[in-house]
Each structure stands twice: as structure tokens, then as C-alpha cells.
């Protein structure tokens, strides 16, 4: 496995040549250093242990980066994004960087805390009248920015929008994508002016988790200006106002002196600390290092895990990690005949090296699968453990399947036909990738990579047109449902299940169990469910299941009262930004 680990570290050293580049000051001239790290480079390859070479470039790295220090006069809180928003209407995304803007110009019936948490925000109580109807007595005195206040009318108006059909008008009459994440809401009948009553189809286990993932709009102020006006100009009732911007370079946003101070569980219930906030697109990790590094930004998302440990031991930043909920797979088309037989999908996760995975691309910050779920969800399966490492026991499993090297040409072949598949992922996902394929060749499969953009391979994965699939899902709810339906579902059209189902994995029981979860109230009873679901979909194996990584931000030390949340979300209502 040494050539793996080489060329892991030699992916690190070019990623932080880049940071280096960009972050060269004047203590060293930018020749000079390049220099440095081509010599580094070349003894990696040439076969010195990796410790010295990454301490090495480290020390370089150290001697060149200056402490941060924020452009004259400059007050507010910039907040570097990894991708760009897609939408500024809180009824029309299923993304995590759009509901972290739109997280602090709005507010949801309750919210997260940086954990799994949830408490009140606008509902200022929450009751179950029975099995199926939520009764939520909205919090009185809370306006919109636009000065109007926020009655039952608005949150009735918000969530029709969301469940009915077709209820959004621009750019065409199209339903809203975050319906799937309150499938089993019905109807939403206004009692009185702060009363509302929530309607379910059954027993909805996880109501509070997902309700966190829906904002409040205002009825009257939509209805006037339409979704293409509200978009160019979005009103919500959140500690922060929308000033300007463009969802691809930068959202500009200003404290609302009138906010009626956020969730009281979360302490200090007040008017935000920043008077400004920045949400600037920086998609390149090494840009955005460098310009936190250059004091042009305050927070930077998604720290590559070869510069957080760089990144942590500079004057001046620190790198704070939480524990994801974003699990990474390898997803096996089993409907393709390479991956049919159960023993070659077994066979690949036996041939995955996690814990070098997670030492060499995420420096140690990740934990490995325990199969199809986190093992931070609360409802894991305790008693199942990751694959382990063999690479013995996957080629024992291949020669079952009837793979051998028959040809003695180093790649297995079956029936004249070598054992040869392509891992198809986003750029974001080289170095797994790729440290993937190596691995796979390791044992004699002759894997590449292919990378796309996930708009145009999305729609061929659904359609069982691709052999293997590499990238993450999110986890945010806790809670299998709004997760587990999505991967181990069998498709199904028009409704939330198999939406992300990369695999075209089948199996009836588990669609069975997955749909008993969804709506059984007792919360053993369920665990038992979702326990033998996890244990299905783990021995049937339509995807190799790697790790969950840490979430990693880096911040100047002027930003206070900030961490990092699982959920991935920047909320910035209780940040402040020292002088």
C-alpha cells in the first residue's frame, strides 16, 4: 500500500502549492518558494517516508504565511462560501449554502442548535392535539422587514406553498423541491390570528427535525411582488436584511434593528452583534484560505483536510471541526451486470483501506461507515461494524464470483472479459476517487475515474446508465427519514423515495421497513425497524461505505462566539467580529 500513500500526499503537497502560491508574502520571494516545494515533491516520489516531507512542507508553508489582519475600516463579517446558493426563496432549494443564507434573513417555526438540538423560534409553543395534528401558537410582536407583522396567516400561506402543486410560479409553475422534507403535511388550518394547526397524513416521528428545515414567508409582501420579485429582493423576519447581491459572486445583508431577538433557548436572545454580513462565492479551497490568511474574509467553509492542521498552527486562525452529517459512499449499480453478484459488491468494501483513506486524504478527521447510515444518526445500528480492510477476503469473493487472472496479465478476468469499471464523481471528490481506483487495482480491477458535473449526471444515475457513483448525501435531520428513503428506496416516480437511489438498489423489505419508520411512534419499536433495514441493506452491500468526515471551517481570531454546526449551516445571528 506504500504507493498509495505517495500518491495521496503528493495530491496534498500540489493542493497546498496552490495555498502557497497565493498565500506568498514578504518574507520569502514567490520563486524562491515554488522551488522549495518541487523539491519536495520529487523526494516524495522518489520514495522518502511521507511524515518528513509533510512536516517539511509544513515548515515551509509556516515560514511564508502572515498573521491575518482585516482591510482598514472594514466591519463587517464576510463569510466565504464553498459553492454558490441556488435560489434566494426559502420554498425553492435543496441546498445546504442556500439555507445557510437564507437562515439568517429568516426564521423557521424552531431551529437548530450546532448539534442535533431543536428549539423554538417563531412557535412560541408546540403541541400534538393528537397522533396526526400539530397545534403551534405563533410568537406575537415578531415583523417582517418590511415593517408588517407576522401572523398565522403568513405561516398557513408558507407551507401551502410548499405542499400543494405547482404552487410556485417562476420561472414556471413548478412545486417546491423542500416538499419531500414535510411529505406527510397535508394541510395547515388557521385557528386564529397566532394559531395554526398542522395536519398529517399519520404519526410523523421526526415533524421537529424537518421543521427546522422550513422558513416563514410573508404572505401579503410575496403575493404582491411574485417569486420573481421576491427573489430580486427577498423579506424574511431574521436577525439580517437583504441589501444586494447575485447568487454566484456575493450576498450583502445588514443587521435589522428591529428583530425580535431569535430563539430564547439560545442565548444571547438579542439583536445580531455584526451591523454587516458577506456571503462571498470562493469555490477554489486554496483561494479561500488564502484570503482569510489575507484578512479579506472572517470565515472560510470547508478547510481541505491537508491545510487544516497548516491553517491551525497560523498565527491568528483557527480551524474548528464538527462531526458531519454528510456520509460518503461508493455507490454500485447492481443492476449492471459487473456488480449483480453480492460477493464482488462485499469484495469491494473489503478492498477499501479506510483508515488509510482517513489518514491520508482527511489527516485523521473522519470516522468509517458502519454501513448505510451515520453512526451519528440517532437511530444506528450500534451492532454493525465498518468492512474491514482484506484485501485476502475480497479476492477470495472475486474467484467465487468467478474473477481470477487468468492470463497472469495482473487484471482479473472472467469469461475472457477483464474486470474493468469507471468511478464516475465531481471534481470535489478527486483524491477519494482516485485513491479509490488505486486501491481497486491493488487487487487486480482495472478502475478509472470520470468526473462531470452533477446537473448533467444526476439524471443518467437515476436512470441505471452509470457502473459506480462516488459522493456524499446529507444527514442534517438526525433521522433516517429525509435520508434513508432517498438512497435505499426503490425509485419511485414523482414521490421524495429513491431520489438519490445512485445504486437502482431494490429490496422489498427494506422499502417495506423504511415506510413503517416513517410513521411508527414508538421509539423502540422503530429502532428495532430501522435496525433491520441497516442490516439489509448492509449484507445486500450496493455500495462500498467509506467515511463521514469531519466538517472543517477556519475563521480570524476577531470572529467570536462562533462553531462550526454539523448541519453544515452558517447561522451568524450570535457572531461577533472584534475590532
Same mark, same amino acid.
Given at each position: 500500500?506504500?504507493?498509495n500513500r505517495?500518491?495521496?500526499?503528493?495530491?496534498?503537497?500540489?493542493?497546498?502549492?496552490?495555498?502557497?502560491?497565493?498565500?506568498?508574502?514578504?518574507?520569502?520571494?514567490?520563486?524562491?518558494i515554488?522551488?522549495?516545494?518541487?523539491?519536495?515533491?520529487? %523526494?516524495l516520489?522518489?520514495?522518502?517516508?511521507?511524515?518528513?516531507?509533510?512536516? %517539511?512542507?509544513?515548515?515551509?508553508?509556516?515560514?511564508?504565511?502572515?498573521?491575518?489582519?482585516?482591510?482598514p +475600516?472594514?466591519?463587517?463579517?464576510?463569510?466565504?462560501?464553498?459553492?454558490a446558493?441556488?435560489?434566494?426563496d426559502?420554498?425553492?432549494? %435543496?441546498? %445546504?449554502?442556500?439555507?445557510?443564507?437564507? /437562515?439568517?434573513?429568516?426564521?423557521g417555526l424552531?431551529t437548530?442548535?450546532?448539534?442535533?438540538?431543536?428549539h423554538?423560534?417563531?412557535?412560541?409553543?408546540?403541541?400534538?392535539?393528537?397522533?396526526t395534528?400539530?397545534?403551534?401558537?405563533? =410568537?406575537e +410582536?415578531?415583523?417582517?422587514?418590511?415593517?408588517?407583522?407576522?401572523?398565522?396567516?403568513?405561516?398557513?400561506?408558507?407551507?401551502?406553498?410548499?405542499?400543494?402543486?405547482?404552487?410556485?410560479?417562476?420561472?414556471?409553475? @413548478?412545486?417546491?423541491? /423542500?416538499?419531500?422534507?414535510?411529505?406527510?403535511?397535508?394541510?395547515?388550518?388557521m385557528?386564529?390570528d397566532?394559531?395554526v394547526?398542522? @395536519?398529517?397524513? +399519520?404519526?410523523?416521528?421526526?415533524?421537529?427535525?424537518?421543521?427546522?428545515?422550513?422558513?416563514?414567508?410573508?404572505?401579503?409582501?410575496?403575493?404582491?411582488?411574485?417569486?420573481?420579485? #421576491?427573489?430580486?429582493?427577498?423579506?424574511?423576519?431574521?436577525?439580517?436584511?437583504?441589501?444586494?447581491?447575485?447568487?454566484?459572486?456575493?450576498?450583502?445583508m445588514? =443587521?435589522?434593528?428591529?428583530?425580535?431577538?431569535?430563539?430564547?433557548?439560545?442565548?444571547?436572545?438579542?439583536?445580531?452583534?455584526?451591523?454587516?454580513?458577506?456571503?462571498r462565492?470562493?469555490?477554489?479551497?486554496?483561494?479561500?484560505?488564502?484570503?482569510?490568511?489575507?484578512?479579506?474574509?472572517?470565515?472560510?467553509?470547508?478547510?481541505?483536510?491537508?491545510?487544516?492542521?497548516?491553517?491551525?498552527?497560523?498565527?491568528g486562525?483557527?480551524?474548528?471541526?464538527?462531526a458531519?452529517?454528510?456520509?460518503i459512499?461508493?455507490?454500485?449499480?447492481?443492476?449492471?451486470?459487473? #456488480?449483480?453478484?453480492?460477493?464482488?459488491?462485499?469484495?469491494?468494501?473489503?478492498?477499501?483501506?479506510?483508515?488509510?483513506?482517513?489518514?491520508?486524504?482527511?489527516?485523521? =478527521?473522519?470516522?468509517?461507515?458502519?454501513?448505510?447510515?451515520?453512526?451519528?444518526?440517532?437511530?444506528?445500528?450500534?451492532?454493525?461494524?465498518?468492512?474491514?480492510?482484506?484485501?485476502?477476503?475480497?479476492?477470495?469473493?472475486?474467484e467465487?464470483?468467478?474473477?481470477?487472472?487468468?492470463? +497472469?496479465n495482473?487484471i482479473?478476468? =472472467?469469461?475472457?472479459?477483464?474486470?474493468?469499471?469507471?468511478?464516475?464523481?465531481?471534481?470535489?471528490?478527486r483524491?477519494?476517487?482516485?485513491?479509490?481506483?488505486?486501491?481497486?487495482?491493488?487487487?487486480?480491477?482495472?478502475?478509472?475515474?470520470?468526473?462531470?458535473?452533477?446537473?448533467?449526471?444526476?439524471p443518467?444515475?437515476?436512470?441505471?446508465?452509470?457502473?459506480?457513483?462516488?459522493?456524499?448525501?446529507?444527514?442534517s435531520?438526525?433521522?433516517?427519514?429525509?435520508? #434513508?428513503?432517498?438512497?435505499?428506496?426503490?425509485?419511485?416516480?414523482g414521490?421524495?423515495?429513491?431520489?438519490?437511489?445512485f445504486?437502482?438498489?431494490?429490496?422489498?423489505?427494506?422499502?417495506e421497513?423504511?415506510r413503517?419508520?416513517?410513521v411508527?411512534?414508538?421509539?423502540a419499536?422503530?429502532?428495532?425497524?430501522?435496525?433491520?433495514?441497516?442490516?439489509?441493506v448492509?449484507d445486500?452491500?450496493?455500495?462500498? #461505505?467509506?467515511?463521514?468526515?469531519?466538517?472543517?471551517?477556519?475563521?480570524?481570531?476577531?470572529?467570536?462566539?462562533?462553531?462550526?454546526?454539523?448541519?453544515?449551516?452558517?447561522?451568524?445571528?450570535?457572531?461577533?467580529?472584534?475590532?
Amino acid at each position: 500500500m506504500k504507493r498509495n500513500r505517495q500518491w495521496i500526499s503528493v495530491t496534498s503537497v500540489i493542493v497546498l502549492l496552490l495555498a502557497i502560491a497565493a498565500l506568498a508574502a514578504c518574507s520569502a520571494e514567490p520563486e524562491t518558494i515554488f522551488e522549495q516545494v518541487e523539491v519536495e515533491v520529487t %523526494r516524495l516520489v522518489e520514495g522518502e517516508t511521507v511524515t518528513l516531507i509533510e512536516t %517539511r512542507v509544513v515548515e515551509v508553508a509556516q515560514e511564508i504565511l502572515v498573521t491575518p489582519t482585516a482591510e482598514p +475600516g472594514r466591519s463587517a463579517l464576510i463569510v466565504a462560501l464553498a459553492s454558490a446558493p441556488t435560489s434566494l426563496d426559502p420554498a425553492d432549494h %435543496r441546498d %445546504r449554502n442556500s439555507e445557510t443564507v437564507l /437562515r439568517n434573513m429568516f426564521d423557521g417555526l424552531v431551529t437548530r442548535d450546532t448539534g442535533s438540538g431543536v428549539h423554538l423560534e417563531l412557535a412560541e409553543e408546540m403541541n400534538w392535539v393528537d397522533d396526526t395534528t400539530l397545534e403551534v401558537k405563533i =410568537r406575537e +410582536g415578531v415583523t417582517f422587514h418590511n415593517g408588517e407583522a407576522l401572523t398565522a396567516e403568513d405561516v398557513v400561506f408558507t407551507f401551502e406553498r410548499i405542499i400543494n402543486e405547482n404552487a410556485i410560479e417562476y420561472p414556471e409553475p @413548478h412545486t417546491s423541491p /423542500r416538499k419531500g422534507l414535510i411529505a406527510p403535511l397535508e394541510s395547515v388550518e388557521m385557528v386564529d390570528d397566532y394559531t395554526v394547526r398542522m @395536519h398529517f397524513t +399519520g404519526v410523523w416521528p421526526p415533524a421537529m427535525q424537518l421543521l427546522v428545515h422550513q422558513q416563514i414567508v410573508p404572505k401579503d409582501y410575496l403575493e404582491e411582488v411574485g417569486t420573481e420579485g #421576491f427573489i430580486a429582493h427577498p423579506i424574511g423576519t431574521g436577525p439580517f436584511k437583504f441589501v444586494e447581491g447575485q447568487l454566484d459572486d456575493q450576498i450583502v445583508m445588514e =443587521r435589522f434593528d428591529d428583530y425580535w431577538g431569535g430563539a430564547p433557548d439560545l442565548e444571547p436572545a438579542d439583536l445580531a452583534c455584526v451591523e454587516r454580513v458577506i456571503f462571498r462565492v470562493i469555490p477554489e479551497a486554496s483561494t479561500r484560505a488564502a484570503a482569510l490568511l489575507a484578512g479579506e474574509v472572517d470565515i472560510i467553509q470547508n478547510v481541505p483536510s491537508e491545510l487544516v492542521d497548516t491553517l491551525d498552527q497560523t498565527p491568528g486562525v483557527d480551524v474548528k471541526t464538527a462531526a458531519s452529517t454528510e456520509p460518503i459512499w461508493l455507490q454500485l449499480n447492481v443492476s449492471d451486470p459487473l #456488480f449483480e453478484d453480492v460477493n464482488v459488491r462485499h469484495a469491494l468494501n473489503y478492498a477499501v483501506d479506510k483508515d488509510l483513506l482517513i489518514e491520508a486524504i482527511y489527516g485523521g =478527521r473522519a470516522v468509517p461507515l458502519p454501513g448505510p447510515l451515520s453512526p451519528f444518526n440517532n437511530y444506528v445500528n450500534e451492532d454493525l461494524e465498518p468492512y474491514p480492510y482484506d484485501p485476502d477476503m475480497a479476492l477470495a469473493l472475486l474467484e467465487e464470483a468467478g474473477w481470477t487472472d487468468s492470463d +497472469g496479465n495482473g487484471i482479473l478476468d =472472467r469469461n475472457g472479459q477483464p474486470f474493468a469499471f469507471t468511478i464516475d464523481t465531481i471534481e470535489l471528490w478527486r483524491p477519494q476517487a482516485e485513491a479509490l481506483a488505486s486501491m481497486f487495482r491493488e487487487i487486480g480491477i482495472d478502475a478509472g475515474v470520470r468526473f462531470w458535473e452533477y446537473s448533467v449526471v444526476q439524471p443518467q444515475l437515476l436512470a441505471c446508465e452509470r457502473q459506480a457513483f462516488l459522493d456524499d448525501w446529507g444527514d442534517s435531520a438526525f433521522d433516517p427519514v429525509g435520508h #434513508f428513503e432517498a438512497k435505499w428506496h426503490s425509485v419511485v416516480a414523482g414521490e421524495p423515495y429513491g431520489r438519490g437511489n445512485f445504486s437502482c438498489y431494490s429490496n422489498e423489505r427494506v422499502d417495506e421497513l423504511i415506510r413503517a419508520g416513517e410513521v411508527e411512534a414508538d421509539e423502540a419499536t422503530r429502532q428495532e425497524i430501522y435496525d433491520e433495514a441497516q442490516q439489509l441493506v448492509y449484507d445486500d452491500a450496493p455500495a462500498v #461505505f467509506l467515511v463521514l468526515p469531519e466538517v472543517a471551517e477556519g475563521s480570524s481570531e476577531r470572529v467570536q462566539n462562533w462553531e462550526p454546526a454539523s448541519d453544515g449551516r452558517i447561522n451568524l445571528h450570535d457572531v461577533c467580529l472584534a475590532p
